[in-house]
């Protein structure tokens, strides 16, 4: 059962400095099927999120982080093996896989990734 301090914690397969970013975004235009997160494909454009994912995110019913491959791994880094990107839930401080990087990659758009995460959280 869903619980109000339940977290969602969505973590992306690149890094968080500036360098990365940028160059992220270059890749995102210019070679999209090379780039490294389907997760941040699907849900970003070159520069900033999504209004409809932005939208899907503000009436999901919990608390949500987003962190980026090098934070995730400072975080948490016994979890460092993990195939990213890769969203988690975080329940009674018990961090657990919801949805897999090879789900997230075989997602086209964002509907389809709304579908995945709604149907998972329907399944807790």
Not at 29 to 46: Q, R
Not at 70 to 99: G, W
Not at 101 to 123: P, R, T, V, Y
Request: net charge positive.
């Amino acid at each position: 059962m869903l619980k109000n301090k339940d977290k969602l914690i969505f973590v992306y397969n690149t890094d968080s400095s500036v360098f990365s970013q940028v160059s992220d975004a270059v890749k995102k235009i210019l070679t999209p099927s090379k780039y490294e997160c389907n997760l941040c494909m699907v849900t970003y454009g070159a520069i900033s999120m999504k209004d409809e994912w932005r939208k899907f995110l503000y009436a999901l019913p919990f608390e949500k982080e987003f962190l980026h491959r090098d934070e995730f791994q400072k975080q948490y880094p016994e979890l460092e093996s993990i195939k990213l990107p890769t969203i988690f839930i975080s329940q009674n401080n018990t961090l657990n896989p919801l949805v897999s990087a090879d789900e997230i990659n075989m997602q086209k758009n964002i509907d389809g990734l709304k579908n995945i995460i709604n149907g998972k959280i329907k399944s807790i």
